[in-house]
């Protein structure tokens, strides 16, 4: 071994110890930030040894710097702007996106080396290396094109850009996608029998399996759906790291596949759903066909923006249950507004957070944290549940189906065993919602038909704009 | 390399990967997945290695370049925007006044 080789060795390694401990000082809150951190140096060191191991050995030409030099700085720039500028509240399409772009570069580079090998590939020519070769590059293409696709999909539905086409929750979904994923095999095949010309099937058919896979899904699983695309992105890395025999990518590439479908694993017992029925079930809407779900309200009560701040100043204890549409109405800071009248007026404030709240599971402890509400004050489902028979005001914002007391007493509705803040047990519930519209399950919630729960119609943001209006004029906060 | 030892390569890594992270807080899924998403971008390696053995094919060199800046846009998008969720969580509540 010569210095090059061994320089590169102990980088590589060292790199992935790194690596490891930064994805497991993510999963604790005190050490999260210094673990991305760290990852994030680990990944430059493995750029440093592998650019130092070629200088040492091969030499890298001025042609091959002016390239990695126009691709890192329009790479990095654009990832760089958009991480800065884009709006906390649409943190998941963000991910999607980056994660897409992943699985596109896998599939590039397994795409390149396909059509034009290079030195030391295929050079040593034997059957079972040659083999090795076109299996790696075949699941590079095909995992990368499935998890790019798949990626922009979700963005898309997430964006709003794209709405679940009616036929996709039919049955007739699942016989294209077996069309798409047997039309992938049957390239994957002829080009292991050495016709490069189905290469282009493969990145085709793949592509689409991505789009037909993922389009079904709702809105409500697409976080789990970007947690799976997410290991898949390292599953299309450690195949690329067999395409170009590294280590290090085939270490760094499982490891995340690995992890992410862990937290996949996690992210959908929060939410009471199976992995399967998360990627063959549709949106759950579809299935709940007129049981249970679509009952009609009786007992509707509305009241005035004007009567809810009047019960909230006689409160003593006020839960919020902050959910999906105070995201999409931006309405955390304006919230933060509330409470904090409150607060001044030795009304008690707690966040209750229910772990699938917001848009992706944490997102709203994102979205809080943005608008400065102390940490302290949020707090998790578990922990908060007791509380509610000793709360006089329970705010629900813009959440429905983690509030549906159904989950606990209809054990005929799809939301049946699913975890949910139990509000109907405090005095009374305002619950803040634009119309009767249903929440992601499309099911009816018991909720809004109790006689301690009022409606307050309106956007989030402008009701607790004139809140705060109306907070005012009864001299809450003024100190 | 064989192809051998690089299959235990990936046994072990996955192994690792599975072992990692066990309990996680919820508040802490969106931020691992963007950062274990920002991880993922190692591909920018291979994307590196293809240029550098590209040896003046420019169709090559520019695939190579084209996949280098997709892997760095989700490496330095992934880290920053990870970054920045967890800059929230690390903020002092009476800091801002």
Wanted: glycine share 10%; with cysteine.
């Amino acid at each position: 071994m010569n210095l090059p080789v061994i320089i590169k060795f102990v980088i590589d390694l060292l790199a992935v110890l790194l690596l490891a401990l930064g994805i497991k000082g993510l999963s604790k809150v005190k050490s999260a930030r210094d673990a991305n951190r760290l990852a994030a140096f680990a990944m430059s060191l493995s750029v440093v040894g592998l650019l130092s191991y070629y200088l040492g050995t091969s030499g890298i030409a001025i042609q091959a710097w002016i390239w990695i030099i126009i691709g890192s700085i329009i790479g990095s720039l654009f990832g760089a702007i958009l991480a800065k500028k884009v709006p906390m509240t649409s943190m998941p399409e963000t991910v999607a996106l980056f994660n897409g772009c992943g699985g596109m570069s896998s599939l590039l580079v397994a795409l390149g080396v396909a059509i034009f090998p290079i030195s030391g590939g295929q050079e040593n020519f034997d059957f079972f290396k040659s083999l090795i070769n076109e299996v790696s590059i075949s699941v590079s293409i095909f995992v990368g094109a499935i998890t790019f696709t798949g990626s922009i999909v979700a963005m898309a539905k997430l964006q709003g850009w794209l709405s679940t086409p009616g036929w996709t929750q039919s049955k007739a979904r699942h016989f294209v996608n077996i069309v798409f994923a047997v039309a992938s095999l049957i390239a994957f095949v002829d080009l292991i029998n050495g016709n490069t010309g189905s290469i282009w099937l493969l990145v085709f058919v793949s592509s689409l399996l991505g789009i037909g896979v993922t389009l079904p899904i709702g809105g409500a699983d697409m976080p789990v759906v970007i947690s799976l695309l997410n290991s898949y992105s390292g599953i299309a890395a450690a195949a690329a790291g067999f395409v170009v025999d590294s280590q290090l990518l085939i270490v760094a590439g499982a490891m995340v596949g690995a992890a992410g479908l862990i937290l996949t694993q996690v992210m959908c017992k929060g939410m009471n759903r199976s992995l399967v029925s998360v990627l063959f079930g549709g949106s759950l809407s579809s299935q709940s066909t007129a049981s249970s779900g679509s009952g009609e309200y009786t007992n509707i009560t509305s009241c005035s923006v004007e009567e809810c701040a009047l019960t909230l100043e006689a409160a003593n204890k006020v839960i919020i249950v902050p959910g999906y549409g105070l995201a999409v109405a931006q309405a955390q800071h304006t919230l933060r507004e509330v409470t904090k009248k409150l607060e001044q007026n030795g009304i008690e404030v707690v966040y209750a957070i229910h772990p699938v709240a917001g848009r992706m599971p944490g997102h709203m402890n994102v979205l809080l944290a943005e608008a400065d509400v102390p940490y302290e004050q949020l707090k998790e489902m578990d922990v908060v549940n007791p509380d509610f028979p000793a709360t006089d005001v329970v705010l629900v914002l813009g959440a429905n189906d983690v509030v549906n007391p159904q989950a606990k007493n209809d054990s005929s509705s799809p939301l049946y065993g699913m975890p949910v803040l139990d509000v109907q047990e405090a005095r009374t519930v305002f619950v803040i919602k634009r119309g009767m519209s249903a929440g992601y399950s499309g099911i009816k919630n018991d909720l809004f038909d109790l006689p301690n729960t009022s409606m307050v119609f309106g956007d989030a943001k402008k009701v607790l704009n004139d809140l705060i209006g109306e907070l005012k004029d009864l001299g809450v906060g003024e100190k | 390399m064989s192809f051998i030892s690089l299959l235990w390569v990936l046994l072990l890594g996955s192994l690792l990967g599975l072992e990692l992270i066990g309990k996680v807080p919820p508040t802490l899924h969106t931020p691992l997945m963007s950062g274990a998403n920002a991880i993922s971008g190692i591909t920018m390696l291979a994307a590196l290695t293809l240029i550098v053995k590209a040896e003046g094919n420019l169709p090559l060199l520019m695939i190579g370049s084209v996949s280098l800046g997709f892997a760095l846009f989700n490496v330095v998008g992934g880290f920053f925007v990870t970054d920045r969720m967890l800059a929230m969580f690390s903020r002092k509540p009476s800091n801002k006044k």
